[in-house]
Antibody
């Protein structure tokens, strides 16, 4: 079964750090691009970061310089290191598999984890 | 940044009716647009990729159309499980952006 399982969320004080993990199973993780997408309480979806199979990365302006995405293909795992956390980073964080653009088709984010909750509060 | 504007914000319909949801991009996204469905407490689910292709396992009552800047998600005959929030998302330019969502509620 294709599956993504996030972990690492929790309560952290403003200015603190947290590392999220996403464990992949049931597919060849190394061949897929991956994303982190978050959803603040009662709000819509916000893309956070992207990493390609060759580790090219992109970030939303709102997290650039504070968050770092990485992957360990040997461990079938995706990570998000979050530093200098702010109240506005409070959200459910999802990892999502992305087949990307192949032969001028965009295949969308087809597999999502259940999410892990990050709360930034004093 | 490409802004995706979804309309209406809320759509009130009855089971069996036809739903038409709109997503307009601030500049062309070609066909690099996806639609997602999210029910309360659940992760989003991919419905449509590349503007008009149904994802694996998605019922035929869901269809997508459009290219460039104007896109439509149509649900031909609403089932009770279709009442949810729907998001469009573009992958034409960085950053990846989502629309603000359309809430489909039971009338």
């Amino acid at each position: 079964e294709v599956q993504l399982v996030e972990s690492g969320g929790g309560l952290v004080q403003p200015g603190g750090s947290l590392r999220l993990s996403c464990a992949a199973s049931g597919f060849t993780f190394s061949t897929y691009t991956m994303n982190w997408v978050r959803q603040a309480p009662g709000k819509g979806l916000e893309w956070v970061s992207y990493i390609s199979s060759s580790s090219t990365v992109y970030y939303a302006d709102s997290v650039k310089g504070r968050f770092t995405i990485s992957r360990d293909n040997a461990k079938n795992s995706l990570y998000l290191q979050m530093n200098s956390l702010r109240a506005e980073d409070t959200a459910v964080y999802y990892c999502a598999r992305d087949k990307g653009v192949v032969n001028y088709y965009y295949y969308g984010m087809d597999v999502w984890g259940q999410g892990t909750t990050v709360t930034v509060s004093s | 940044e490409i802004v995706l504007t979804q309309s209406p914000a809320t759509l009130s319909l009855s089971p069996g009716e036809r739903a038409t949801l709109s997503c307009r991009a601030s500049q062309t996204v070609s066909s690099y647009l996806a639609w997602y469905q999210q029910t309360p407490g659940q992760a989003p689910r991919l419905l449509i990729y590349d503007a008009s292709n149904r994802a694996t396992g998605i019922p035929a009552r869901f269809s997508g159309s459009g290219s460039g800047t104007d896109f439509t998600l149509t649900i031909s005959s609403l089932e009770p499980e279709d009442f949810a929030v729907y998001y469009c998302q573009q992958r034409f330019n960085w950053p990846i952006t989502f629309g603000q969502g359309t809430r489909l509620e039971i009338k």
